[in-house]
């Protein structure tokens, strides 16, 4: 599973780069500023969760909980919902198809399992590591 949250969050963490450059630079002369900054929300969002996913991963090494895997789970679905969702809206808004609001339902879904994924990886954690105390020496 720790690979996998690994290789998930590099992918995603490119193609937040890619999509992220591609707006800045191509995308701009083709939409409003209201609509750019849409994108890198987007964007924003993915990266930082990609990162997420990739702590995830880290922490999953010592916090083998279903929870965790849930955490990570829930940020790959988050970022296909929340980021997915806003770049789906504003490539149909290009193409003329802005009568499609389920799209505009779909971004604060994912907003919502961003949100259940940070408690997801909250609730993972112990509160406290239980260490045993170092046997002490008769030196």
Do not use: C
């Given at each position: 599973?720790?690979r996998t949250f690994f ?48 702590i995830v991963g880290m ?46 339902f779909i971004t604060p ?31």
């Amino acid at each position: 599973m720790q690979r996998t949250f690994f290789r998930t969050a590099a992918i995603l963490a490119m193609i937040s780069v890619m999509l992220g450059a591609f707006g800045a630079h191509a995308l701009k002369e083709h939409l409003t500023e209201q609509s750019l900054a849409s994108f890198q929300t987007a964007t924003t969002y993915m990266m930082s969760h990609a990162v997420a996913l990739f702590i995830v991963g880290m922490m999953y090494r010592h916090y083998k909980k279903k929870a965790m895997v849930w955490s990570g789970n829930f940020f790959v679905m988050g970022i296909i919902m929340f980021s997915g969702s806003i770049y789906l809206r504003l490539a149909l808004s290009y193409l003329g198809y802005d009568k499609l609001a389920i799209v505009n339902f779909i971004t604060p879904i994912g907003g919502l399992v961003f949100i259940l994924g940070w408690l997801l990886l909250f609730v993972s954690i112990p509160p406290r590591e239980q260490h045993q105390k170092p046997a002490q020496s008769d030196d």
